[in-house]
C-alpha cells in the first residue's frame, strides 16, 4: 500500500518531541548526543544533509524538539523529500502524504547511507559526518 512521507504530523507537537525529551532525561543524555532525523522539502529526494545545530525552519517536528530540549544545538539528518509540484497544495497535505514508487525507491536506496551517517556522526563526530556526507548526492 501507500507509504507516508512523514507518518503522522500532529504541528510538531508530542509526536516527535515528547519521546525524545523523555528519553533525553531519563538517560541523562545531553542534547548534542542525540541524533534526530527530519524530512526536508528544500532538498531533492533522498539527498542528505548533516548538520550539527540550527533553527527549525519552519519544521513542526523540529520546532517542537527545540522547545522541549530548550536548545538548537543536537545533530540532524536532514532527508530530502522534494517540495510539493504544485506550491498551491497546503504543505501539511503534501508531507503526510505518499510517497511515489519512485520516491520510496530513491530514499530506500539511501537507508545504508543514512544508518552510515548515523555512526559516524557518533565514531568520528558531526565534523566528520558533515565532512562524508554532506557532498555526495
Known amino acids: 500500500g501507500p507509504v507516508p512521507r512523514k507518518g503522522t504530523e500532529n504541528g ?3 509526536i516527535h518531541s515528547l519521546p525524545v525529551s523523555e528519553a533525553a532525561d531519563f538517560y541523562k543524555v545531553p542534547a548534542e548526543h542525540i541524533i534526530v532525523l527530519c524530512d526536508d522539502i528544500s532538498l531533492p529526494t533522498a539527498k542528505l544533509r548533516i548538520r550539527r ?5 519552519g519544521h513542526n517536528g523540529l520546532k517542537s524538539i527545540i522547545n522541549m530540549l530548550e536548545t538548537q544545538t543536537f545533530p540532524r539528518i536532514k532527508i530530502g523529500v522534494a517540495d510539493r509540484p504544485d ?8 508531507v503526510c502524504g505518499n510517497f511515489s514508487k519512485e520516491e520510496m525507491t530513491a530514499i530506500e536506496s539511501r537507508l545504508d547511507d543514512i544508518c552510515e551517517a548515523c555512526e559516524t556522526i557518533i565514531g568520528d563526530g558531526i565534523d566528520g559526518a558533515m ?3 554532506n557532498q555526495r548526492t
Open 12 to 14: 510538531g507537537d508530542l
Open 53 to 57: 545545530e540550527g533553527s527549525a525552519g
Open 131 to 133: 565532512a562524508k556526507f
Open 87 to 94: 506550491k498551491n497544495e497546503d504543505l501539511a497535505d503534501w
